[in-house]
C-alpha cells in the first residue's frame, strides 16, 4: 500500500500520464483528475484524461484550458476508482494502471499500487494534501476543482463523511480562491426541468399509511417515461420519501418487468429496514434495504406496506428528534 | 464599539444575566443564545433566557437540561438582534440592554455596547471565538448549539458568507463533539406534511416563459389557506423558482389584498432584478428586488412577465455556466 510520499514521488519521476475517471463520472473523480491534470503540466509533463462516460456540462469549467496532450501513454492513474468495473469500457487500461489514488474503504486493488485513505471524504480531500507534496501551487483553478469533488461527495458538508480534516481543507481551498458559492449554485441549486417533473410527481403522487410513519411512492414505468426522468434523477427519490417529518419507513416500489416490483426501503432507527425485506428474499442495511415482489403494483404495495405495519407496530413510539 | 476582549470582560464581571434572542427566533439566534447560556452557568452564573416567539420543536435539543432561572435580571444580552424591533414584544428589554452580541453589518445600535462583526456567517461564529475567552471548555451540547447557527446561517456552508473562518470553525466544533451529520439531517433534509403540499403546488404550478428563461409561480391565498403553508414555508419558494436550469428571471406573485399582488424578483446574471422592478415602483438588489402591481392576478402577471421579456431581449443570451 502506498502513501501520499509514494504517489508524490512516483508522479514527479513519471511523464506521459494517463490519468482516469471512474464511468458516470461525478465531481469528485472529475475534479481530481482535473487538478492532477493541471498540477502535472504545472510541472511540465504531458498529460491525458480518459473516461468511459463524456463529462456532464456542468462540470465543463473543471477542464477548461486544460492543455491536454495525446500520445501513447507511459503510466497510467486512476482516481477516485474502487474497482477496476468502475472504469468501465477503460477497465483494460485499470488492469495496466501503475497508480490508483482512491477515498474509497471498499478499494480492491488493481493497480500496480495504490494510496487509499478509506476515511477522506473525497479523492480530492487526499489531492489537496497531494499536490503541495508535489510543489505545486493550489492556483483558483485547482482550488475550484478541489473544492468541487469536496462538496459534492459530501452533499455541501452535510453528511457524517465530513471530517474536521474536510472542513480544514474547504478553508484551505477558499484562501487559494475557490469559487465556493458559484460551484455550490450549480451542483445544489439548479434543477433540470425533468427532475422538476418528477419531484412534481413525487410530491404528488407519495402516499402515507399507518399514521404517516410509513410513506410509499410507485415509480411506474409510466411515471418514468412521462417525466423523462434519467437514473440519476431517479436516484434521489428513496431519500426524499424519507425525508418527510414522521416518516420513519420510506419506501419507493419500482416497475422492472411484467408484474415484478422492486422495494427500496429506507429507515430511521431503531426501526430496520434490512429485517423488513428479509421477510422477501431480499437484503440490506438497517438503514436501507431492498428486495423484488412479484404480483400485481396493488399487492406488491398490499404486502410490503402490511410489513412494514408490522414492523412499526413491534418498535412502537419512535423519537425522531435530536 | 466593543470587541470580543469587552464582551468577555463584561461577561466575567456579571451575574443575573437576561439573554434575547430575535422573533421568529432560528438556529442562530438560539444556538447562539444555549451556547452563551450553558457557558455562563459553567462559570457558576445564574441565567435567564427570553424570546418574544415560542423555541420551534426541532430546536428543543439547543436548551435541554440548561438550568435556566426565574430572577429580575441585572444585566441583559441580546444575540443576533440586529435591531431592537426583531425583538418583537421584548423591544422594551432590548432598550435596556447592557451588550449586543451580532454579526449583521446593518446592525443598527440599541445596546449600551455593541460587538458587530459583520463579516462573521453567523452569530454562533463569533459566539464560538468567545467561549474560550471566557476560559469555559467547548462541551459537546455547546458544540450542537454553535454548529446548529452555523450551518444554518450558511445554509449547510452553501452560501458566499462561510468563509474560511467559518470552515475552520466548524472543524473545531467536530473536534468538540458536535453531532453535525444528525443535526443537518433535521435541518435540510426533513420536510413537514405542510412543506410537501407546499411543494407539491409549486412544482405543479410553476409556468415558464420566454423559452424558459423566465418563470412564475402565484401564490394566491387560496393556495396558501389549502396548503396550509406558513410564512417560514413560503420563505424559500422564490429561490426555489429561480434554480430551475436555465431560468434567468424567477417571479413569486403573492396576493396580498384585492386586487393588489406582491411580486418578488430574483435574477441572474447580467440580468438585472432591480431594474425590472423599478418599472412598477419597487426596488432592492441586482439579484433580488420586489415591487407591487394594482389589478387582477392576470393582469399583474401580464405585467411583470411583459417588463420580463423586454429586459430579456435586451441582454441576448446568458450564459449560466461556470
New interface residues.
Partial sequence: MADRETAAARLKAWDNILILSHRSPDGDTLGCAAALCRALIALGKSVRFACADAVP??F??LFRGVALGDFEPAHIVAVDVADKALLGTLEPFGEQADLAIDHHATHRPFAKEAWVEGTAAAACQMMAALIPALGVEITPEIA?CLYTGLSTDTG?????N???????T???L??HGA??????R?M??????TA?AL??RV??D?AFFHG?RCAVLCLTQQLIDETGATESDLDGVS?MVR????VVLGLTIRERGENEYKISLRAVEPANAAEICKQFGGGGHKGAAGCTIHGTLADAQAQIVAACGAALEHIGEVDT??
Avoid at 455541501?156 to 457524517?160: L, V
Fill in positions: 456540462e456542468k465543463g469549467y475550484d455541501c458538508f452535510r453528511y457524517a465530513a471530517t474536521p480534516e474536510t472542513f480544514r474547504a478553508a484551505m477558499l484562501e469559487r465556493a458559492a458559484e460551484i455550490n450549480v445544489f441549486d439548479t434543477k433540470s426541468r422538476i419531484l412534481k410530491y404528488s407519495m404517516g431519500a425525508q418527510v417529518e414522521g428528534r435530536l
